[in-house]
């Protein structure tokens, strides 16, 4: 096979009407004001990746499900029980239909950007998964085209959205910890293998070329593919990138840090991958400093559990006053008694409480407000774990500027701010 | 960074390639987490490990490679910046293996300036080096770059123009920004 993606990009919202036979469907935004939703229509949407994490978010009425594994989309497919899917390998044919009103997006991490950028191209409202993108420039794509197409974005980090991750916010943001210096993630290592990445076949299931997409051409190898993609700088970054987006939205969260334009510095260092052709490291140590106000946050893994409140993966956020450990941060969460049993004082902190990722996305969509894990905060979070990755292949210190989006001093770490894509890819 | 060492103790060439070759895996790790030390000098070297038959050499000195190229890009030191150009350079156009190859072109594209434009742009017409060196053209922001990929797409297969053609208008609209 070519290296090279044959589908012209003509072919997006262009072509469909004479490649595919489609249904003729009012859709449900025409019926409300123009751009939103009637609080009590239907929003119709459609699945765009169904593999692992993908299949929990079919709903029983999807409209429509694409995937590049058939057999992904076969699974995925007895999920709808009211009405007959409309299936596809490409997800512009979705984009394509008027019937649709809004996407979930659960690819392989290097296709979430160019996904939503071209979903809210089509007037798609988008739940993408995390991590919210793979490098920083898309992430600033996605946040530009949330708002020229004003769309609802929510990045489905979904502890924005626990009740326990609410409660050790607003225990945090009141001050019970005094002053925050300094947050310590603990997580376990990345996943590693003793298969060296020889070229095999491609299922007749599976169309490579569409899963690689805008990243560069590479053999197949089943390793490489599906769920083992995070273990992979090109595709997933590794687990700081995969977790470490949940884990670092937590942080931000309760450390009122979503807004941060200041500068920050990143340090990092690993254990290389030595067996096996997995490319992130075996092992990671980062360090964030910010400044005004000065606080340090660090990510080990392996990193050593608190043994005051255990768990697989979590942080402790360490104040002048008192500390308190959070563990997860995706669905499941927990946290100590002291902060659980918290309510906050008359004339304190209160934090939106969202009524579920989903609800809250959807509640956005009718209501025009922005969602609990907006895109751009999602981009200020994943932004982070991005520098982490970058710390690490560079083997050096770098600064950051949140307000400029872009390093400082270093002409190097500059150009990994956009990774150019495979034709006929194109983020705008 | 590793912490420089006592001259007497800084690994050699041919020290590294000894731990390379090493089947202790934390001596690997420990001469991947070193390769800077020894620096640009060791490319060639490293590459011969690469080609060879044992893979988890190979991955080591890949990792190697990767580290002495982005250390000799740091700040501050562009003699050694031009040094490692002109090695990765080398491996562009030599007989070694495409796996090699293509692991060079790619950290041209980090390390590389005005004097990575004419290697890279020599694999273009490469059907199976062609498209890992446009990626990398596009992302060194040099002019330079420009001129090569207009050059490049007179004579590209009609195949390849596309992707020259996206090179070209994604640095266009990048330049506008």
């Excluded at chain 1, 599976?206 to 805008?214: A, E, R, S």
């Excluded at chain 1, 895109?375 to 770098?398: D, F, P, Q, S, W």
């Excluded at chain 1, 950051?400 to 890819?425: M, Q, S």
Aim: hydrophobic letters at 40%; proline letters at 7%; one cysteine or more.
């Amino acid at each position: 096979m070519s290296n090279e993606q044959r589908v012209s990009r003509r072919a997006f919202m262009g072509r469909a009407a004479s490649a595919i036979a489609l249904p003729t469907v009012i859709p449900s935004s025409v019926l409300a004001r123009q751009g939103r939703q009637g609080a009590n229509d239907r929003i119709v949407t459609a699945n765009i990746g169904v593999g692992g994490m993908g299949t929990n978010h079919v709903a029983a009425d999807a409209a429509a499900i694409c995937d590049v594994d058939d057999n992904h989309l076969a699974n995925a497919a007895k999920r709808v029980t009211k009405g007959t899917p409309f299936l596809t390998k490409d997800y512009r044919h979705i984009l394509d239909r008027k019937d649709i009103d809004a996407v979930i997006i659960a690819t392989p991490d290097h296709w979430h950007a160019l996904m939503t950028v071209h979903a809210c191209q089509a007037g798609k409202h988008v739940m993408s998964e995390k991590p919210t993108c793979k490098t920083l420039g898309e992430g600033r794509a996605m946040v530009d085209a949330a708002r020229r197409y004003k769309r609802v974005v929510q990045i489905h980090a979904q502890g924005r959205s626990n009740p326990v991750a609410h409660k050790a916010c607003e225990f945090v943001r009141n001050g019970n910890l005094g002053r925050v210096r300094r947050v310590e993630i603990w997580h376990p290592v990345n996943f590693t293998t003793d298969n060296w990445g020889a070229p095999e076949p491609v299922p007749p299931t599976l169309d490579w070329n569409m899963w690689l997409g805008p990243a560069r051409w590479a053999e197949y190898n089943p390793r490489r593919c599906h769920f083992n993609f995070r273990w992979f700088m090109d595709y997933g970054g590794g687990f700081i990138r995969d977790r470490g987006n949940h884990a670092l939205s937590i942080v931000s969260w309760l450390m009122n840090h979503d807004d941060y334009k200041g500068l920050v510095t990143c340090e990092a260092t690993g254990t290389p991958m030595l067996t096996g052709f997995y490319d992130v490291p075996a092992t990671m140590e980062v360090t964030w400093h910010f400044q005004d106000p000065d606080w340090t946050l660090t990510w080990s893994q392996p990193g050593r559990p608190n043994p005051r409140f255990p768990g697989e993966w979590g942080a402790t956020y360490y104040g002048d006053r008192d500390s308190l450990v959070v563990l997860g941060g995706d669905g499941g969460c927990d946290t100590e008694e002291k902060a659980k049993r918290y309510e906050p004082p008359s004339g304190g902190v209160r934090v939106f409480k969202s009524p579920g990722h989903r609800e809250n996305w959807l509640d956005c969509i009718r209501t025009g407000q922005r969602p609990v894990m907006d895109v751009e905060i999602g981009y200020h979070v994943i932004t982070l774990c991005i520098l982490g990755n970058i710390a690490y292949t560079l083997g050096r210190k770098v600064t950051y500027d949140f307000a400029r989006e872009r390093f400082v001093g270093d002409e190097e770490a500059n150009r990994f701010i956009h990774e150019p894509y495979r034709a006929p890819w194109r983020l705008a | 960074m590793p912490t420089p060492m006592p001259a007497i103790l800084e690994p050699t060439v041919q020290t590294l390639l000894a731990d390379i070759r090493n089947g202790d895996p934390s001596i690997r790790a420990r001469a991947v987490d070193q390769a800077p030390l020894v620096g640009v000098r060791a490319i060639g070297a490293l590459a011969e490990v690469y080609s060879g038959g044992d893979p988890a050499a190979a991955k080591a000195a890949h990792e190697a490679l990767r580290r002495i190229a982005h250390h000799a890009a740091r700040p501050g030191a562009p003699a050694e910046r031009r040094a490692a150009t002109k090695e990765l350079a080398a491996l562009v156009g030599s007989r070694r293996p495409n796996a090699l190859r293509v692991d060079a072109i790619y950290l041209l594209g980090f390390v590389g300036g005005t004097d990575a434009v004419a290697a890279l742009a020599a694999q273009l017409s490469d059907p199976t080096l062609r498209d890992h060196a446009r990626l990398a053209l596009e992302r060194i922001p040099d002019r330079a770059v420009d001129s090569a990929l207009a050059k490049a797409l007179q004579t590209a297969h009609p195949d390849f123009r596309p992707a020259i053609e996206q090179s070209l208008a994604v640095r266009r609209s990048r330049g506008r920004r």
